[in-house]
């Protein structure tokens, strides 16, 4: 019960905060944040959020982010959203009046019209909202994700030491499970991002994993069970979207009930059986074959240039492109051997977070921010640190990206020499991806180097972070006592990332 009231008691701080729940257009929550649509964004007091203290930091982009940390945010959400409902069948719209902005109904117009526009200047290019729509399909199955990699993780570890031989199949088929249908959950999340009905996207993409096709034949060949993948399965579903869009204008509403539907499975099922299916399945191919290709000729050079400008990537809300890769790696091969190396840009944040608090020993707020914000660091939740620490700062941004690079060459340099090193599932990094590792080499050896990986990420962003991370100039306006709670100013010319507002979990 004390959690369940620490949960409500956070819900009920951020509320009046974020405009009062008559501000709150809509309400979900990722891994680690509360992502909120707000009718007013002048009405979010972000200096009163951010000292909550289960607030790590807050985000700006399509919604307005509250990092809360694993866990926390899957706890709150909840109760935020009961306290909203509530809220909106008590209180009136909120208005001017109830917060620190201009005063006037037109000052305040005119403030909000500045801010979406400077907003949708900067995020609603189509590559991005692309991107964003990707991201929404694939993010709801990364729970799924984590908790199916844990358990074939724990079955491979029992299969190989030869325990409870009676309980690993069952821990097979919890692990598989998922992953035999997940094609299905890619159709039915693309017809629902997409404006259409999401039930007839997974019955298209359920065609994809049927056994039946293996009877059937397209471009000279048998088609094969899965073949297509969740490439497959998003492209069915879009199609079965515009199929059905099409039928709503032109089908008379009489018989819509029964020939929208029926056409939209029939024509999306024949252009995936006999086109989708094929195609998708050697793009699949050719994915995996050139991460194959990428780590086994690049080693080291490729994990030094992927762990190097992961971060980056972050900051543009890149990294999202990456998303249906590794649900295409972990489907062909089990794991995606590209996330490991790219974890290593969490660890160069951690040593030039670190790096910072030796540098500024008489800045106790940023210390005071360093500490509290290490803990989520460490297990891979980068935020607080980002934008709490480095990016004000500028130059340990650039240098936590120097930690990520010399982490990722010593990952990619094991896998040029066979040692392949895989996650089973996105979305975690650092210490928290050690129970979803694997490999081709055992156990032991994925861990051993995983854990080499981290700890040169942490010394190579110290390092470069400690010598050459603060200039004269930086140090003389930041190693002096501050009430401030983070850094305000960015005397070095912060990286161009350092302006995009979508950041992941690193």
Not at 86 to 91: D, N, P, V
Not at 136 to 148: D, K, M, Q, S
Not at 361 to 382: Q, Y
């Amino acid at each position: 019960m004390a959690t369940e009231d620490k949960n409500r008691a956070t819900a009920a701080a951020i509320l009046p905060l974020v405009g009062g729940a008559a501000n709150v257009s809509s309400i979900a929550h990722c891994m680690t944040r509360l992502r909120l649509g707000l009718h007013d964004r002048s009405l979010v007091q972000d200096d009163a959020l951010k000292a909550v203290p289960a607030v790590m930091g807050v985000v700006e982009d399509d919604t307005y982010q509250i990092v809360l940390g694993p866990g926390t945010v899957a706890r709150v959400t909840p109760e935020f959203e009961k306290l909203v409902e509530e809220g909106k069948a008590e209180a009136p719209a909120p208005s001017a009046a109830t917060s620190s902005a201009p005063q006037t109904a037109e000052e305040l117009a005119a403030q909000g019209a500045e801010m979406r526009a400077a907003r949708k200047a900067r995020n609603a290019t189509p590559f991005k909202l692309f991107l964003r729509r990707i991201a929404n399909i694939f993010v709801p199955l990364i729970p799924a994700l984590i908790g199916c990699g844990i358990i074939a993780g724990l079955n491979g570890l029992l299969v190989n030491l030869g325990w409870l031989t009676s309980v690993t199949p069952a821990l097979a088929a919890m692990a598989s499970g998922f992953m035999a249908l997940i094609a299905v959950f890619v159709g039915y999340n693309t017809a629902k991002e997409f404006g259409g009905t999401p039930i007839l996207g997974g019955a298209v993409a359920a065609i994809i994993v049927f056994p039946g096709v293996a009877n059937i034949e397209a471009f000279g060949q048998k088609l094969s069970p899965g073949q297509g993948g969740v490439l497959g399965a998003l492209g069915a579903a879009v199609l079965a979207v515009y199929v059905e869009k099409w039928c709503r204008r032109w089908v008379p509403e009489a018989l819509d009930v029964l020939v929208t539907p029926t056409l939209t499975v029939l024509v999306s099922g024949l252009v995936t059986i006999f086109g989708l299916m094929y195609v998708a399945g050697e793009v699949s191919t050719a994915i995996g074959d050139f991460a194959d290709w990428l780590l086994s000729n690049g080693g080291a050079g490729a994990g030094l240039i992927l762990g190097g400008f992961f971060l980056p990537l972050v900051m543009l809300g890149l990294h999202q492109a990456l998303i249906p890769i590794h649900t295409t790696l972990i489907e062909q091969q089990g794991y995606t051997v590209l996330l490991p190396i790219l974890a290593m840009a969490g660890a160069g944040q951690v040593g030039a977070a670190i790096a910072t608090y030796f540098r500024l020993p008489r800045n106790e707020s940023i210390r005071k921010t360093i500490k509290s914000a290490l803990p989520a660091g460490f297990l891979g939740v980068g935020e607080p640190l980002i934008y709490g620490v480095s990016l004000p700062l500028g130059r340990p941004f650039v240098t936590a990206c120097v930690g990520g690079a010399f982490g990722g060459a010593f990952v990619g340099f094991f896998n040029q020499l066979g040692d392949a090193v895989g996650s089973t599932a996105i979305g975690p990094s650092g210490w928290a991806l050690f129970p979803l590792l694997d490999g081709n080499h055992g156990l032991g050896a994925t861990v051993a180097i995983y854990a080499g990986g981290l700890v040169v990420g942490y010394l190579a962003g110290f390092l470069a972070t400690y010598f050459f991370g603060f200039s004269k100039e930086l140090l003389a306006e930041f190693n002096v006592p501050q009430e401030e709670a983070a850094p305000t100013a960015t005397p070095d010319p912060a990286p161009a990332a350092a302006t995009a507002k979508a950041p992941a979990s690193v």
